[in-house]
């Protein structure tokens, strides 16, 4: 354990040298820095005789937690309040102990709500190896920190460097949907502009459609962004195609208008079986002049504009069945969901 020379903050007979800083100055004793830093002990031996020393690169504020981490040996405590002057001082001062330390108050669960502050504050590379465990804890807890809105005071480059497809992908993405827009609201004027690159980066097909439909009532604030709103759109849009393609169609192995076991799509490609037959065109019928399943010269459409001749003759009901117990193209008795409109000619 280091000792404590806490008593010598206030009077320190050791005292011989003065540290100027862009933000103000110090008297500190060249043994007890150079006992404790290269750094240090390299600056006072190139100047031996020297007892005033300027260094533009460190503050003040910084270097006084490093100085009282020496003055408080062992009894030396990190905390939210010094755990980011701590690393800015190690940009310098590079102390096995300290990295150490703050490695080891990093990875404490406890301190889950300081993760934030210490991730935006190590995106250097000097700084790398606090930055990399504040991450992998984020990763761990992030839930928890939106709960108490840890990110919202994120800057844009902390944000985008953050929440990446690579950091997403395993994540709950729905919670995610909810950090990037508390985190835009939170500062609308500044990180709408982030809005949709954010959005980008999440899997929105593993985002539920109730949560959607709820975050669009919720979240008013994406009809002011159109750039947000016409994604948000797009989203429902594509969900919506996708069910419309899937219940068009009967799947395989399911009854359906034609017969049981046929595949999803109506009709096989050339030279497979189909509902008609073999070796069938994909289409139903051919265009005009073009021979079709049921004969030559049908018209485009499966059934016959009234008036016009069709695959089935002429005046023929648009419909594909008739009422029921009356014939059909297939035989009689169709399903109900097949019969024609009533009061209209049928197929006969």
């Not at 940009?91 to 889950?112: A, Y």
Request: glycine share 4%; proline share 5%.
């Amino acid at each position: 354990m280091l000792p404590d020379y806490s008593m010598l903050v206030e009077d320190n007979p050791f005292v011989d040298a003065r540290l100027s800083f862009p933000d103000g100055s110090i008297d500190v004793s060249k043994v007890l820095l150079c006992g404790h830093s290269k750094f240090f002990a390299d600056m006072f031996l190139q100047n031996k005789s020297e007892q005033k020393f300027e260094l533009d690169n460190i503050s003040l504020k910084d270097f006084k937690a490093f100085y009282n981490y020496i003055l408080q040996g062992g009894a030396f405590k990190i905390s939210g309040e010094n755990v980011v002057l701590l690393m800015n001082s190690q940009k310098h001062t590079n102390v096995p102990d300290i990295e150490n330390k703050i490695n080891t108050w990093i990875m404490d669960q406890k301190n889950i709500a300081h993760l934030g502050i210490v991730y935006e504050n190590s995106i250097d590379i000097s700084l790398q190896i606090y930055n990399d465990r504040a991450k992998s804890m984020i990763n761990l807890h992030y839930e928890a920190m939106h709960e108490f809105k840890a990110f919202d005071s994120f800057k844009k480059e902390s944000m985008l460097n953050l929440f990446n497809k690579d950091f997403n992908k395993n994540k709950n993405q729905e919670i995610l949907v909810n950090i990037v827009t508390s985190w835009v609201e939170f500062n609308y004027s500044q990180h709408k502009m982030e809005w949709l690159n954010l959005f980008l980066e999440i899997k929105f097909n593993c985002v539920s459609d109730c949560f959607i439909k709820n975050f669009m009532k919720i979240n008013t604030k994406i009809y002011e962004n159109s750039d947000v709103s016409q994604f948000m759109f797009s989203v429902l849009s594509e969900r919506i195609g996708n069910l419309t393609q899937t219940s068009l169609f009967t799947p395989k192995n399911e009854v359906s208008v034609f017969g049981s076991n046929i595949k999803h799509i109506g009709f096989e490609n050339n030279t497979k079986p189909s509902p008609f037959g073999n070796t069938i065109n994909p289409t139903i019928f051919e265009n005009n002049t073009k021979s079709s399943p049921f004969g030559s010269n049908s018209n485009p459409s499966f059934f016959g504009i009234e008036t016009k001749p069709t695959a089935f003759g002429s005046n023929s009901n648009p419909n594909f069945f008739v009422i029921k117990n009356k014939p059909t193209a297939f035989g009689t008795v169709p399903r109900p969901f097949c019969f024609e409109n009533i009061g209209h000619p049928s197929i006969e």
